[in-house]
């Protein structure tokens, strides 16, 4: 993985028969914008959605004592946007916790 605009990016997950998702870094704005491209690997059990298919922006901004982020996957087949769409709920639920759990310390 090599974070820098261009750089590519690769997750394998951790469930059933391990996909791998696919993407390149497009923008990167420390504390601010984070934006790449997203599909998988041609796998059994993966979605059917070609590496660099889709596009994810995730946002920063200042809230208070805190920062709200907001991400927005686009260019999602409409099969794939539910299952899609929990998956990044269940990721950003991990995410808080894992902030929440940090500012803490």
């Known amino acids: 993985m090599a974070a820098r605009?261009?750089?590519?990016l690769q997750v394998a997950m951790h469930?059933?028969?391990?996909?791998?998702?696919?993407?390149?870094?497009?923008?990167?704005?420390?504390?601010e914008r984070l934006v790449f491209t997203f599909g998988w690997e041609a796998?059994?059990?993966?979605?059917?959605?070609?590496?660099?298919?889709?596009?994810v922006e995730v946002t920063l901004t200042p809230d208070g004592d805190g920062t709200e982020l907001t991400?927005?996957?686009?260019?999602?087949?409409?099969?794939?946007?539910?299952?899609?769409?929990?998956?990044?709920?269940?990721l950003l639920h991990r995410l808080a916790g894992t902030?929440?759990?940090q500012e803490h310390r």
């Not at 469930?15 to 504390?31: A, D, H, K, Q, W």
């Open 15 to 31: 469930e059933g028969p391990r996909p791998v998702m696919r993407g390149r870094f497009l923008e990167l704005v420390p504390y």
């Open 43 to 55: 796998t059994p059990g993966a979605p059917d959605l070609a590496p660099e298919a889709s596009r």
């Open 99 to 101: 902030a929440e759990s």
């Open 71 to 90: 991400l927005r996957h686009s260019g999602l087949p409409i099969v794939l946007e539910e299952e899609t769409g929990d998956g990044w709920a269940h």
């Open 5 to 8: 605009p261009g750089g590519t």
